[in-house]
């Protein structure tokens, strides 16, 4: 969109609005309120930023930054991507999700789709409509619920337990979307989300090598590392995956 009238933003500029398409309810608007709350407190160049918040007759909206590129999704599907771009996207989804991290926020649906891959070469870590404080459980969202994108998440969020979310299963999804990248494929699949996600937690992890004959054996172990089944077997950071 193009700012068309004075609202804190330069007339002229080009922005991307996120709006509810419906008249929200109190907890889808709790739920905004508390993504806009979160954009704001996070300074990252890989983090989008609010430029202005809002309702337009009963429909909350936030204004951001208009991020010229494409997401990882389209990328990923067109087959397995080369080593070289893999480690550079990730290590700049990995910095820009650690900065979330450390000021106590969970994204909960890192997936290829919420990462965005700038014209300029920048990367660009999206959408925190799921994200939730990581000293405190969301109120938003009742145990047993599973929250998420089936094919990303760890098997503890795939089995609904809220309480044993961490760090760690942010890093597995992204770890899910090396696997993607690498491999051109999904970690897991199956006739349908219920399938899927008793298989994320039971089935053991194909390696990507078998996928992709020649993969760089340090790749691989990154990979798997990070979508340990057990959190305690991941990465404790973002920071240390980005590292290795």
């Not at 290829?112 to 799921?130: R, T």
């Not at 405190?136 to 929250?147: C, D, F, I, N, R």
């Amino acid at each position: 969109a193009q700012v068309v009238v004075s609202c804190g933003i330069a007339i002229g500029s080009q922005v991307a609005v996120k709006l509810l398409h419906h008249i929200a309810d109190a907890q889808e608007r709790v739920r905004f309120a508390r993504e806009v709350g979160y954009l704001q407190a996070l300074r990252h160049p890989g983090i989008v930023r609010v430029l202005d918040t809002g309702d337009h007759h009963g429909q909350p909206y936030l204004v951001m930054p208009l991020v010229d590129g494409r997401p990882l999704s389209d990328l990923a599907q067109r087959g397995p991507m080369p080593e070289d771009q893999v480690v550079e996207v990730a290590i700049h989804a990995l910095e820009a999700l650690h900065t979330a991290h450390l000021a106590g926020i969970l994204h909960r649906d890192v997936k290829p789709g919420n990462i965005m891959l700038a014209h300029d070469g920048e990367v660009k870590l999206l959408d925190f409509g799921l994200a939730q404080r990581l000293e405190g459980q969301s109120k938003l969202t009742a145990t047993g619920a599973v929250v998420g994108t089936p094919a990303y998440m760890s098997p503890e969020q795939a089995n609904g337990e809220r309480s044993e979310l961490s760090r760690r299963s942010d890093i597995y999804s992204l770890g899910a979307c090396c696997y993607e990248m690498l491999t051109g494929q999904q970690p897991s699949s199956a006739e349908n989300s219920v399938a899927l996600l008793r298989r994320i937690i039971d089935e053991p992890l194909v390696p990507p090598s078998l996928l992709r004959p020649g993969l760089a054996p340090d790749l691989e172990t990154i990979v798997l590392k990070a979508m340990a089944k057990h959190p305690s077997d991941r990465y404790a950071t973002a920071e240390q995956m980005a590292a290795d």
